[in-house]
Nanobody
């Protein structure tokens, strides 16, 4: 099993930057693909970004392409999501997820392990 803990959320203004962190423990983090999803009340969990086990392959959801960057450090068992040019529509609870599947998944149900989420609020 992998335990995940997100941090770094908060309240920012439009155009600001924010970096979320995901700390992993338990089974070898390096054998799991990692992703970030986000969710607002009343809506399904939305794919944000994913990164392969070794970190060489990344994918992004269309709403965040060119603004967000996903990364990981397997030596430190951590992942991150750098968010730039934030918009009010980026407001959501952001979740870190991990799964040993290969290739990477783009849907929430393809990920077995989840953090508790961290709230990001972007004011206009």
């Amino acid at each position: 099993q992998v335990q995940l803990v997100e941090s770094g959320g908060g309240l920012v203004h439009t155009g600001d930057s924010l970096t979320l962190s995901c700390a992993a423990s338990g089974d070898s983090f390096s054998t799991h693909g990692m992703a970030w999803f986000r969710q607002v009340p009343g809506k399904a969990r939305e794919f944000v970004a994913a990164i392969a086990r070794g970190g060489s392959v990344t994918y992004y959801g269309d709403p965040v392409k060119g603004r967000f960057t996903i990364s990981r450090d397997n030596a430190k068992n951590t992942g991150a999501l750098e968010m730039n040019s934030l918009k009010p529509e980026d407001t959501a609870v952001y979740f870190c997820a991990a799964d040993p599947r290969d290739p990477l998944g783009f849907y929430w149900y393809e990920y077995e392990y989840w953090g508790q989420g961290t709230q990001v609020n972007v004011s206009s």
